[in-house]
């Protein structure tokens, strides 16, 4: 509950959503076996438990079978016997002796208030309070701001944890960094990978370099198209009566797990133009065999640049047109789809720019090894 009142003040927190458990507040019966009076007439706390739970819990004798159907039966007192705890008190026990002992006289009977449900994790007891973010918020960073303002409340003396008693965070939250972990290491393994295929393609580092260049043209158009759908100009007009920002789920975006899987696989087709347009590069330099002048270089790359160009602007817009179907989707699972859609499509939008990047690197790598020729 003080939990509940603290993170109600947190800026990022919506208070309305702040919920605590309310752990206490349902009433339990207790039935607590005095030894010492059951030891006086003989009588085992096994067979008192035995009486208890027949006649007050029920106890299953036997199943009864009607065609494909099976009813268990059990057998107790009746609903008068066992309704109140003078009832209770009034259950006859057996001693050695066959004399009947009221219940009463062997155990002390009384309500006591407990939780509501008993919830456990890892061992421990464990009561949740629920609470949402603020719209323009991300979870993670709600999270983070909880924990400090805790933290600080702990510090202050406004908040004091009883010993034995902690919090964590969970939930989404926890999902998140959970996959932030990940992604440290699948992102940089993804990027060495296609670099790896990429040399074994030209079997040249600088090569792969200028085609790897691509790369990071395209990841600077996915946080560019990202930040536009966080601008409410953007995409701000209606077509045939049809908004255009309604059509597309124009929002702010925060970079959650899907968005970075959108990333990923940005990475593997962005670089699609620059290996077209270095492999043609490579063959039509191979047969020239050799150039007299810095002219003739850079006459050499405009002339396969050119011829370059249709083929990259089929393979862009294809893959453009292919993804506008998923960023207008409303189908179930489109929270998911969008997200990783919206990183290719700004990264393949901005990357027609490697049509005149990596022939312009290119270039600059034969007329440097053009230069230190002429050098020696």
């Known amino acids: 509950m003080e939990i509940e009142k603290l993170l109600k003040q947190v800026p990022s927190v919506e208070p309305a959503t702040v919920i605590a458990d309310r752990v206490v507040g349902k009433p339990y019966l207790e039935i607590d076996i005095d030894r010492q009076a059951i030891a006086r007439y003989g009588i085992h706390i096994r067979s008192v ?132 972990k990940k992604l440290a290491v699948v992102l940089p393994l993804a990027l060495f990978i296609i670099f790896l295929i990429l040399y074994f393609e030209f079997r040249s580092i600088p090569s792969s370099l200028i085609v790897f260049s691509s790369i990071f043209v395209a990841w600077a158009g996915g946080f560019l198209m990202i930040w536009l759908y966080g601008n409410s100009w953007f995409l701000n007009f209606s077509v045939f009566s049809v908004n255009m920002r309604d059509l597309f789920q124009v929002h702010p975006l925060n970079l959650s797990v899907a968005v970075w899987v959108g990333f990923i696989a940005l990475f593997g087709i962005a670089s699609d133009d620059g290996v077209v347009m270095t492999t043609y590069l490579n063959q039509s330099f191979n047969k020239q065999k050799g150039f007299s002048s810095i002219a003739q270089i850079r006459q050499a790359t405009i002339e396969a640049g050119l011829r ?63 230069n230190l020729s002429q050098k020696k």
């Open 49 to 180: 438990q035995n009486v208890i739970e027949v006649a007050i819990g029920g106890k299953k004798i036997t199943t009864t079978v009607e065609g494909r159907e099976r009813y268990p039966v059990r057998v107790r007192y009746q609903r008068e016997l066992r309704d109140t705890i003078e009832s209770l008190g009034n259950i006859l026990i057996s001693g050695q002796s066959g004399v009947q002992i009221p219940l009463k006289e062997l155990a002390e009977i009384r309500y006591t208030r407990g939780p509501m449900v008993i919830k456990s994790e890892d061992t421990f007891l464990t009561a949740y309070v629920i609470f949402d973010k603020r719209s323009g918020y991300a979870e993670v960073d709600v999270v983070e701001d909880c924990q400090r303002f805790l933290e600080q409340s702990i510090k202050n003396g406004e908040f004091k944890l009883p010993a034995g008693v902690n919090y964590t965070f969970a939930g989404n939250y926890e999902n998140q960094i959970r996959a932030q």
């Open 308 to 370: 370059r160009i249709r083929p990259c602007l089929m393979t862009t817009g294809t893959t453009i047109l292919a993804l506008i179907p998923v960023l207008t989707s409303q189908v179930r699972g489109a929270d998911v789809m969008v997200p990783m859609a919206i990183p290719s499509f700004g990264g393949m939008s901005i990357e027609l720019i490697t049509l005149l990047i990596v022939p312009t690197l290119y270039c600059a790598y034969q007329e440097l090894k053009f």
